[in-house]
């Protein structure tokens, strides 16, 4: 089970992006004005927290993934079938 964890942290570098994954699994899948969002395994949450907070960030939030839909999904094909112009 995965989590999305957001850091209010102006400038990750990429080298603490590869670390991150390293230590924690967490992948950073968005970046905008002073936030970072990862995908990061639920057991390593609160560590990766602690990782962040130490690298400056000011906040962090962690939210569980209700549904992850991808394109080769199960959940996505019976989705897109009910959608206007399914498949």
Do not use: M
């Amino acid at each position: 089970l995965f989590r999305s964890v957001r850091a209010n942290l102006a400038g990750l570098s990429p080298e603490a992006a590869r670390e991150a994954e390293t230590l924690f699994g967490a992948r950073p899948h968005t970046a905008s004005a002073g936030e970072t969002i990862f995908s990061c395994p639920a057991k390593h949450v609160g560590a990766l927290a602690d990782w962040l907070i130490g690298k400056g960030a000011t906040r962090v939030t962690s939210a569980k993934y209700d549904y992850v839909f991808t394109a080769d999904s199960r959940l996505w094909r019976r989705l897109a079938i009910r959608l206007p112009g399914g498949a």
